[in-house]
């Protein structure tokens, strides 16, 4: 795939805490990212944020991963109410090691399909 790194979506686990604190604890990101990301991100947000992810059925936030199985970023499903509820957002942030290898792009391939499904 044109030298790009393959990837997969997959739940977040307790395990994925400290890279996501480390990768998402970014100015670059944060100031991509609606106001309710935080800055400094911190291993207690990181913990938070997983948790509630944990409770979400079905399922609509998901680690990117590379073939590795490494945390590379997260990626939403954020659905809308009223009117708006046959639509969703995508909602998405890259750690900064992993840009411009075609990540977002393959990441929001796949949960488009994975929305449609």
């Known amino acids: 795939m044109n030298g790009h790194t393959l990837i997969a979506l997959r739940r977040l686990t307790s395990e994925d805490a400290e890279t996501m604190a480390q990768l998402a604890n970014n100015k670059k990101i944060w100031d991509c990212a609606r106001d309710l990301f935080p800055h400094p991100y911190t291993l207690e947000d990181a913990r938070a944020f997983i948790g509630r992810t944990e409770k979400e059925d079905p399922a609509h936030t998901f680690a990117i991963v590379n073939t590795k ?35 977002a792009t393959q990441a929001i391939a796949q949960i488009t399909r994975y929305g449609f499904e």
């Open 69 to 103: 199985d490494q945390l590379c970023g997260v990626i939403s499903l954020m659905p809308n109410e009223g009117v708006y509820r046959i639509s969703s957002e995508i909602g998405y942030w890259v750690g900064e090691p992993y840009w411009g290898r075609g990540i």
